[in-house]
């Protein structure tokens, strides 16, 4: 045994050309030891929140949109930066990201988003890049935080348990329902003014003929003349109007529906005891026999409310009308699909009835980022195609 080790020794020891292997193994181990500490403090370095915004293009954007965030600030005094939620905490996951990241140096060395403007040109696109890591490692950065086994389930309301015991299940992507969390959603993203758009330029091509049916596809202001001095209220998007006159640039138009007799005189809405409005009579419009002419009442078995029939005249600008109704349901319903198939729930347009819809909606809205007119069509489209107008099961 003594004389085994001792041609061990005197081998390891034994001169190989200059340098001894034994000394070139020691060496080699004390210089792996050395590279793989400097390879890990640097990784580590920029793997700081200082040094994800050392770019001036982080420091002035989405940073302070950070600060304005419950990640930053809150009860528990717990914060997330840069790198707890855009890099895994995982060695072989974090290498992976860090070579991804490359692309993102070149970017900002080129300068790519190195003005506000930039930036938010390429705002949608970057977002969406992490978008689809996110879904792809089903939010494996949130879950270092957050985890469905540790949720207490009996603190949430109704609906949030209801929503996040189905993810729980199905281990979802935090992100499918969380966009604009940490930071500002893109303001040209698909699920903004996209639709309205769409809808405005199908609109230019629209002839107008008297005793036709028109429906608008964006708010437009009424008048109770056609010289536009007097404020008739407002018509809401996806609303039928009969031509009755033209004169030059204006429509006279009658707008047929139902308002409840008390407290609500000033909206006229779609059908008898639901909340579909179609416009919103000014004080004086609302009030003038000569504009608004009122038929048959009826009471809501329901609420007990009762309910008027009446037929509004007024004035609009020729514009933003589209002969087909059809053509705004599409685009609504593409924005529906594609804003809210992603949540835990969608639920299906006859899922709830007409007056249902409104608080269920808004309770999506968080999770989107619609503009003013497009919330007024997507609902619209949804309170239109539920149970009470779908013969279809749900």
């Known amino acids: 045994m003594k004389s085994s080790l001792k041609k061990v020794w005197i081998t390891l020891w034994r001169p190989a050309a200059k340098i001894s292997l034994g000394v070139l193994t020691l060496g080699g181990f004390v210089a792996g030891v050395i590279f793989w500490g400097g390879f890990n403090t640097a990784l580590e370095m920029t793997n700081t929140e200082k040094f994800c915004i050392s770019c001036h293009s982080m420091r002035d954007t989405v940073y302070p949109e950070l600060k304005g965030t419950i990640h930053w600030e809150n009860n528990a005094g717990i914060r997330a930066t840069c790198p707890d939620c855009h890099v895994p905490h995982n060695w072989s996951d974090k290498i992976a990201r860090k070579m991804q990241a ?13 003005t506000p403007e930039k930036f938010e040109a390429k705002r949608l696109e970057l977002a969406q890049h992490e978008w689809k890591r ?39 992507s935090c992100i499918d329902c969380h966009k604009g969390i940490a930071h500002h959603l ?40 056609e010289a536009k001095t007097k404020d008739g209220g407002s018509l809401e998007p996806a609303s039928a109007v009969k031509v009755v006159g033209i004169k030059d640039d204006m429509l006279q138009i009658e707008l047929n ?31 003038s026999a000569d ?58 347009e006859n899922h709830f009835d007409a007056n249902t819809w409104p608080g269920m909606f808004n309770g999506m809205l968080a999770f989107v980022n619609f503009d003013t007119d497009s919330e007024a069509i997507v609902l619209k489209y949804l309170q239109n195609h539920s149970s009470d107008f779908s013969k279809a099961e749900h």
Not at 102 to 114: P, R
Not at 199 to 224: C, N, R
Not at 266 to 286: E, T
Not at 311 to 340: G, H, M, Q, R
């Open 102 to 114: 490359s692309k993102e140096v070149f970017g900002s060395i080129v300068g790519t988003i190195d």
């Open 134 to 172: 996110f879904a792809a490692n089903k939010s494996l950065e949130c879950k270092s935080c957050h985890s469905y086994d540790s949720m207490k389930w009996d603190e949430m309301s109704p609906r949030a348990q209801a929503q996040m015991k189905q993810a729980a299940v199905k281990d979802q």
């Open 291 to 348: 504009i608004v002419k009122g038929f048959e009442q009826k009471e809501d078995d329901v609420t007990g409310l009762k309910w008027q029939q009446v037929t509004a005249t007024l004035w609009v600008e020729k514009k933003n009308f589209v002969s087909d109704i059809s053509t705004v349901w599409t685009a609504a319903k593409s924005a529906y699909n594609t804003n809210c198939s992603v949540c835990h729930t969608q639920p299906a």
């Open 257 to 287: 529906g139902w308002r409840k007799v008390k407290g609500f005189g000033r909206v006229i809405n779609q059908d008898f005891g639901m909340n579909i409005p179609s416009a919103a009579l000014s004080k004086n419009a609302a009030q």
């Open 186 to 225: 893109p303001a040209d993203m698909a699920s903004s003014g996209g639709i309205v758009s769409e809808l405005v330029a199908a609109s230019q091509s629209t002839d107008y003929s008297k005793g036709d049916t028109y429906y608008s596809v964006q708010f437009l202001p009424l008048y109770e003349d």
